[in-house]
């Protein structure tokens, strides 16, 4: 990992109050950790957790993919979710109050209602943490290119009302673009 991203992963655990997560979140998307394809979705990490006979397991587990990828923020609320469970109340707040600050920080880009809006992710799984939170049950997609930026809509329903989601995925399209060329170039 980059020494400013080390720098600012460390402070930002530390203490999430006080820490910056857009330029957190900046930093990854030029460091060497930037892996997007290495986040994991909810659905996925039950997978990997289910079998744990108990909360020392799965907070184990959540500690082993946060040591690899420190902004997965799956891996971070459940092993908040761990933490709680295993009654250690500071390491759950300081796990959720991460989560969530990582979470503000996309919300912060714009306000996902327009391709001028759209929140800017740094991988395809906090699209579906955004969904989770929202209540959104997505029903379809599309991917569109507006000059240099490349952006996801999605449409579904949050309560039955329909509704539609920008995002913009131009960091982590842009990566998974050049490893393909890296690998058949």
Sequence with gaps: MSSS???????????????????????????EAYRPAKHIMQSKLMQITNAAPGFEQVSETCRRILSANPMDLEARRLYGLAQEELGN???????YAFAEAMIDAI???????????????VAE?????????????PSGQ?????????????????????????????PFVRHIDQLISDETG
């Design 142 to 170: 599309t991917r569109q290119a507006v000059g240099e930026r490349i952006y996801d809509i999605f449409d579904g329903q949050i309560d039955d009302r329909p509704v539609t989601m920008y995002f913009d995925v131009t």
């Design 125 to 137: 799984a906090e699209i579906w943490t955004l969904f989770k939170i929202f209540g959104m049950r």
């Design 107 to 121: 919300l912060q880009t714009g306000d996902g209602k327009s391709i001028e809006g759209a929140w800017h992710v």
């Design 5 to 31: 991203f080390t720098s600012l992963v460390q402070t930002a655990e530390a203490n999430p109050a006080a820490a910056d997560f857009a330029a957190l979140r900046a930093a990854y998307l030029t460091s």
């Design 89 to 95: 109340a500071a390491a759950a707040e300081q796990a």
